[in-house]
């Protein structure tokens, strides 16, 4: 029953390990040239996610695109069933409905996410140190791909509470995670039309990542 | 009986010693909270405690940032210091971890009663019958990214309005973020982690002060040794105490020497003898073993203010002393006897007039000013009694003296106010006084403000600068006092004020209020029902449809509300007790106010809500400051007022003013010519004034009295007292206390101006015996 902080902690969770994934491929598939984002590349794309809840008839369905920005943050658009605007960076988390905001949570509500950013930024760079300290890794190589099956060292540390593993898989980018929650909760992410492109942030996104600065 | 009186006298100084010693083992407690030196500031008995209790919450806080361009070194080192400080036993509450459970256990106090329990902007959404933004907000959170909702929430709180109202929480928001269990901040490649604690003793008390800076010192001493690149930051008003009592206790000394080795000095040179000497300490050392003992009796403690001017008061006894020891230069006065009873009459005026001046002292409602008057007026009093009762036993057989180049000099300040040929020098120096006023009268400017009087230590405030910075927070001492006739009459009351404030972001960065982490009844009562008006029953089965829970609700309100007690008060809660302020049977709280732009207007913003009050610590002290400057003026004049009788009475009406004429001129000069050098006034340039009239009438007392072949005899005295003043109190205004130092400044220059014009008082008939020519 921890509601503040735990409702980012999850969001921070699963979308760092969104743009974690999305770069540790560059440097990990077998078949592909290394690279990593540059600082001014962008990645964009589509995704689907479908959340199951013990108790509920169905998934609850939610596609949208979404703009990685490394350095800078994330933006994550939900166009159906309904519009809603979703961005994290390292200063927070910000929601909005119809261009209402719904949510704002700053840093320093939410402990945790500065040391995912290094999670992140270590992975960007190369380093996977820090996500080996926080998780148990297990990769293998399939065919078209490769597979990463992630377990909490520490199960008791609240940032990972609700969270029981993480299975990533991919090719040249992440292309699906699946993210096992208590009581049988499964989030299922599927990323599609992932391109990596130098074009500048279009002056919406960068108002939406400044926001949390004000 | 004479001689009887004598013995008394010793026997009665060897008792106090006795006593000194005796209260010496026992600890004496030294106050160096200038604060102390205040009076209560208000009948509001209720109120002024509330307002200590809060003052004392703020003082006895502190807090660190341990930096390292390393984090995990940073973190290693802050997790040290605060085991430290653990373990230390001399503070009593201690952030450093955040603690997990606390947000456990904050919410299981919250739960069962959820559906009371709304956010500002829910409860206007349900205000204006709108419903469906919080059917909207729900499913953004169901089905947005890292969802943390799920079949067990949503049974107890379908619209997840708990988890919305504890975001709307004003809880600590800064720069800091919680990281790893600790607060920490980047800065540049420094990472700073935070170290928070409250003192378990009085941060002003000096030997706390003592026993806590040592700790430090050899903790942080540690630490760096162990990691050099540290770079730790520290605030807190127990750093400034210690630092400014260190530095007063040092210069009481320091100033203390010098001043009685500069006096000392100057009456060997003068009288080539030590005989002098060891009476003139004598007669100081009994002044302020008395007045030390007296003022620990009457007060029961010694603020170490009142020991340094107390001390430096004190040494106006020499100037008594040394209108004796001149008289060994005068041929008429052959004996002891003699030569006591020639200057008994001005000695005995001087003093009437300096203890009318002291008086005055008492009359001012500062508890320091007075241990300061009850300090000088009985080492003064002691002193003097030394000097009437044993010097003419001590100093039997002193031959007189032939007249000395020493008293020669002393006869040419006589002749710049008599001499008919200097006629055009006394113009000019008069002119040249009237022009720095002048010219100072533009840049004279008052200063009140209670932050430049405690401390100039420039490092601490780098530090304090420093840790506002990186934190994102300056605790200011502004808040609103909320008092009614029971807790639930604050919170109402808190709402009402709440509504104002929510509109208040013009001149108000946010507040903390008891009524947001627990609503009166009344507004919780109010929101279940517009809750289930307005939520439940026309959204709930549509919205539970459309997802597809196909669970039982539970959502039922218990039959008891929330209330403040509910509330755990650790971790993050732990603000509300800096929140209650009750003191039974008066229950109050505060509303903290952070980043007031503009403190007048949002003072008028709630002005008309009944049990409000807006305060504003610092604002109020420098306020009061203020109020007392203007009072010491007024002290001034009394004086004034009252010395007048006695002096008319001895010299004639006209006689009497000529007395003072000298002394109100420097009193008049001193604060403009003092603002030429850019020394604001203050409080304590007044408090200096009051003394400089004092003292300054003694010495045209001492030239009034004196005629003939006496007068540079009684010159030199007058010159010795003044030189040993000003090396005295000059030594103050080098002060680093920036209370003593404006103090010593105005004792500096109106001194100096008192003995230029001194003369002015003579009976003007120059040249009776040529000693001396121009």
Known sequence: MRFGAAISLRLAIIVSFLLLAATLDLARAADSVPQTLKSGEILRGRFIQDRRLAGFAKPLRTEGTFVLAPGRGLIWRAVKPFQNTTVITPQGILGQTNGQETMRLPAARMPGLAHLYDVLGGALSGDAAPLEQTFAVRRSEVAGGWQMFLTPLHPDNPTMSQIKSLAVAGHRFVETIEVDKDGGDVDRLSFLDQSVSATPLTADEKSLLGTLNK | ?774
Request: charged share 15%; hydrophobic share 50%; proline share 5%.
């Open chain 2, 1 to 774: 009986m004479k001689h009887r009186a004598a013995w008394v006298w010793l026997a009665v100084l060897i008792a106090a010693m006795a006593f000194l010693a005796l209260r010496w083992t026992s600890g004496i407690t030294l106050q160096s909270n200038i604060l102390a030196l205040l009076p209560p500031t208000e009948r509001d008995a209720a109120a002024q405690n509330i307002q200590d209790k809060i003052a004392n919450v703020f003082s006895r806080r502190v807090v660190f940032l341990v930096g390292d361009a390393d984090p995990a070194k940073a973190e290693a080192a802050a997790l040290e210091l605060s085991a430290a400080l653990g373990h230390s036993g001399m503070i009593s509450a201690l952030t450093s971890k955040i603690d997990v459970n606390a947000e456990q256990r904050m919410a299981a106090a919250y739960y069962p009663y959820r559906m009371g329990l709304l956010s500002n902007a829910d409860r206007n959404h349900l205000f204006a019958n709108d419903g469906q933004a919080l059917v909207s907000r729900t499913l953004s959170m169901l089905y947005g990214p890292g969802g943390f909702a799920n079949a067990k929430l949503i049974a107890h709180d379908p619209f997840l309005l708990l988890p919305a109202y504890f975001l709307a929480l004003p809880l600590p928001e800064s720069r800091l973020a919680a990281d790893n269990g600790v607060l920490s901040v980047r800065d540049g490649n420094e990472t700073y982690v935070m170290v928070s604690a409250d003192l378990a003793g009085d941060a002003y008390a000096l030997q706390y002060e003592t026993r806590f800076g040592d700790f430090l010192s050899k903790t942080l001493g540690a630490l760096r040794a162990h990691a050099p690149g540290l770079n730790i930051l520290r605030t807190g008003a127990v750093f400034y105490a210690h630092e400014g009592a260190d530095e007063s206790m040092n210069e009481t000394s320091i100033i203390g020497f010098v001043s009685m080795a500069a006096t000392l000095a100057l009456i060997f040179v003068v009288f080539h003898g030590l005989r002098p000497i060891v009476l003139g300490f004598i007669a100081i050392s009994a002044g302020v073993l008395c007045a030390f003992i007296g003022t620990l009796l009457v007060f029961g403690q010694i603020h170490t203010i009142a020991l340094l001017f107390g001390v430096s008061l004190i040494a106006i006894s020499v100037d008594y002393s040394l209108q004796y020891f001149c008289e060994y230069f005068d041929s008429g006065a052959p004996d002891p006897a003699a030569r006591l009873k020639r200057v008994l009459p001005g000695v005995a005026v001087g003093i009437s007039t300096t203890l009318i001046g002291y008086c005055t002292l008492l009359l001012a409602p500062f508890p320091g000013l007075q241990q300061v008057a009850v300090f000088s007026l009985i080492g003064l009093g002691a002193s003097c009694l030394t000097v009437v009762l044993w010097y003419p036993a001590l100093d039997a057989k002193r031959p007189p003296r032939a007249d000395n180049t020493f008293v020669s000099l002393a006869a040419r300040h006589w002749a710049l106010w008599e001499d008919p040929a200097l006629h055009a020098t006394r113009v000019g120096i008069v002119v040249l006084c009237a022009v720095l006023a002048i010219a100072g009268s533009f840049r004279l400017r008052t200063d009140d403000d209670v932050r430049h009087l405690q401390s100039l230590d420039t490092d601490l405030k780098q530090q304090q600068a420093e840790v506002e910075r990186l934190t994102g927070s300056s605790p200011r001492a502004q808040f609103l006092l909320v008092r009614g006739a029971n807790e639930q009459a604050l919170l109402k009351t808190e709402e009402r004020v709440a509504s104002r404030l929510n509109h208040a972001q013009d001149i108000l960065g946010g507040y903390t209020a008891m009524a947001q982490f627990a609503p009166s009844i009344a507004r919780q009562a109010e929101n279940r029902k517009l809750v289930r008006q307005r939520l439940i029953a026309p959204y709930l089965a549509g919205y539970l449809a459309q997802i597809g829970y196909q669970g039982q609700v539970d959502y039922t309100p218990p039959g008891g509300f929330l209330t403040p007690a509910v509330l755990p008060r650790t971790g993050a809660l732990s603000l509300l007790s800096i929140l209650d302020v009750s003191s039974s049977p008066h229950p109050a709280h505060i509303v903290l106010l952070q980043n007031v732009t503009d403190a007048s207007q949002l003072e008028k913003r709630v002005a008309d809500i009944p049990g409000v009050r807006f305060v504003n610590l610092t604002d109020d002290w420098s306020r009061l400051f203020g109020d007392y400057r203007r009072y010491a003026i007024g002290l001034l004049a009394l004086s004034a007022l009252l010395m007048y009788p006695l002096l008319g009475w001895r010299y004639g009406w006209f006689g009497g003013l000529r007395v003072m004429a000298p002394s109100l001129v420097a009193v008049a000069l001193a604060p403009p010519i003092a603002a030429l050098a850019g020394v604001a006034f203050t409080f304590f340039n007044a408090m200096a004034l009051v003394l400089v009239l004092s003292i300054g009438v003694d010495y045209s007392v001492f030239c009034r009295e004196t005629s003939g072949e006496r007068k540079p005899v009684t010159m030199l005295a007058i010159a010795l007292a003044a030189l040993s003043t000003i090396l005295s109190f000059g030594m103050l205004a080098f002060s680093r206390v920036f209370a003593v130092h404006a103090f010593g400044a105005t004792m500096l220059i109106g001194i100096a101006l008192a003995f230029l014009f001194a003369p002015m008082a003579g009976d003007g008939r120059f040249g009776t015996r040529k000693m001396g020519s121009i």
